[in-house]
């Protein structure tokens, strides 16, 4: 299969282990007989720098006329001035609503290899398999009025949290769809107590709910989720928020699996016919780290994320579901043979840098 795969490395730790994850797309590439074409693009502070914008025209151009998209991570000290007009984040944010990726899956899996590396007691992670959609193109994300402004009483600032009901019902549909596809389960969380847009979209997730009897909703207020996923983890299966819940959500069930390091996600603008290949509808596939500037450059960052990753692209964009399991498999394998990058490394094991964990996975990739 020829494809054509747009890779942004962007900032910190982005460049790194997006390189170890071509190298496991190179292993497929020859393992299995495909030609894919990598692209790269320049994106966030690096781009601010260079270009004067953290998301030059020409790089959006490649997203879209690609079939899918590797995403690295943006952002760093450099660029944190509060009164910046532009931050390397607004790429991504731009790259998000530009596409159209509404949908962002954000699986939680638990490597019974690494299970002390997470602070969370090994018996409540028994079982664990959560899958976060989290709504990625409105809320307070995007909502207008945004602004800080100076006032004589002191300086002010608002976001605007905003949903339309359509915006709600298809990302919901997506929460119920995967529950339908896994172990039936659905829980929409919000703030219903108190946001109106919480209150609007409890009433279509419910109502969304009668097409879908085979599933199980339950409602829970995101503050009581958080503390529920940390006391029970094993009890969810999928969890569907808007996009600050979700982003925040997706941090702290990271801490199940034991390093935010090992979270791959992939942003869709809707859920891919089974199996099947949708050229044109493009997605965007990340880790859910963000560019560590504390360990930038050091070679130390977990490439495991970015590579599972690059498999989701393969399962999902390209509909390559065992070039996308072998790399999978060789995760597996890597954390089985006692590989582990500093992140996971609570119990010793053989401790190795970001490359040589993206060899060995490219090397157990090749079979
Ligand atoms: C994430 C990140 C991003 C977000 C940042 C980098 C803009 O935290 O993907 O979770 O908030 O969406
Ligand atoms: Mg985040």
Redesign the pocket.
Known sequence: MNSTITVLPGDGIGPEVAAEAVKALDAVASRFGHDFDLRYGRIGGNAIDDFGTPLPDETLEMCRDTDAVLFG???GPKWDDPNADTRP?DG??AVRKGLGLFA?LRPVKVFPAVVNSSPIKPHLLDGVDIMVVRE?TGGL?FGRPKKRWNTSRGRRAVDTLRYAEKEIERIVRVGFELARSRRGRLASTDKANVLATSRLWREIATETAADYPDVELEHIYVDNLSMQIIRDPSRFDVIVGE?TFG?II??EAAVLAGSLGMLP?ASLAGLPAEGGRRRRIVSLY?P?H??APDIAGRGVANPIGMALSAAMMLRYSLGLREEADAIERAVDGALAEGYRTPDIAADGGDIVGTTQMGDIIASLTSG
Request: aromatic content about 6%.
């Open positions: 991570a943006v952002g984040e991504i944010l962002n990625l994300y996009n982003d997706s941090d996600s990340e859910i963000g560019s």
